[in-house]
């Protein structure tokens, strides 16, 4: 193997997305030999330099080693989960549903508050195609939203019209989302939700800009690949098959 970039091969490796590996580098848990980098970019021969990473918060170093056998999962993340690997003031996280002896890590995250489906694999480059902002792979929500009192239902379509193409978050502006309305009642409506991106409680403070108060959000669907076709309820997990990684990129 040539001399590749330091993330890309923490990602072969299992450890983390390319991103996240950027994030570890940066705060000094990588080392290469018996020396601490830094530096986004770093290439490393694997072949002749040792890469460790530090565990948790200890002086530890573990050695890192190139995944053999890649694995790809789907979580059916419940509510009240936090999407991540490491135990923070008692939290429950996914860690707890990851098969014993596996090392995985998510694709993008779902917020405590919500659930359904969640990637998690150890296969970098599909981390990367997953993730990067050119493959724009479409994720589907059903969200139970309650409304003003003063609400109709075409005052809701209005509402939704102002924010189908897209509002600024952050400094930046959305990029257009399928918004359906599945079903509207005395003070709620249910609304299937289609993104081709996805920040940080995207859903809800969209939602929250047009007085939609959200009640309960699934991540029902990745690319084609849907939790009716994996029959999956809250709390399982399954690996996937090639095939079904194929629907995930929606091919």
């Not at 990602?11 to 991103?19: F, H, P």
């Not at 530090?54 to 509510?79: D, F, M, N």
Request: proline share 3%; net charge positive; with cysteine.
């Amino acid at each position: 193997m040539d001399s590749i970039r330091l993330n890309h091969y923490l990602a072969l490796s299992g450890v983390a997305s390319r991103r996240a590996a950027d994030t570890l580098i940066e705060e000094g848990g990588v080392k290469v030999d018996e020396k601490i980098i830094k530096t986004l970019g770093t290439k490393v021969d694997p072949l002749t330099q040792k890469v460790y990473i530090r565990t948790g918060e200890s002086s530890q170093w573990q050695l890192v080693e190139e995944v053999k056998e890649k694995a790809t999962y789907i979580l059916y993340k419940p509510k009240g989960y936090t999407t991540t690997l490491k135990a923070q003031g008692g939290e429950r996280t996914i860690l707890e549903f990851i098969p014993r002896g596996k090392r995985l890590f998510p694709v993008g995250r779902l917020d405590k508050e919500s659930e359904g489906m969640l990637i998690l694999t150890n296969d970098g480059d599909l981390s990367l195609k997953l993730t990067h902002p050119s493959t724009h792979v479409e994720k589907t929500y059903q969200v139970w939203c309650r409304m003003p009192q003063d609400y109709t239902q075409n005052a809701v379509e209005s509402q939704l019209g102002r924010i189908r193409h897209g509002i600024k978050l952050d400094g930046k502006k959305t990029m257009p989302m399928n918004i359906k309305v599945t079903d509207t009642q005395k003070g709620t409506v249910d609304l299937e939700i289609v993104l081709k991106e996805g920040r940080n409680r995207h859903i809800r403070r969209i939602l929250g800009r047009i007085n939609l108060e959200v009640l309960k959000l699934i991540r029902t669907k990745i690319g084609t690949l849907s939790l009716n076709d994996l029959e999956l309820k809250e709390g399982e997990i399954l690996q996937l098959t090639p095939e079904q990684i194929q629907h995930v990129m929606g091919n």
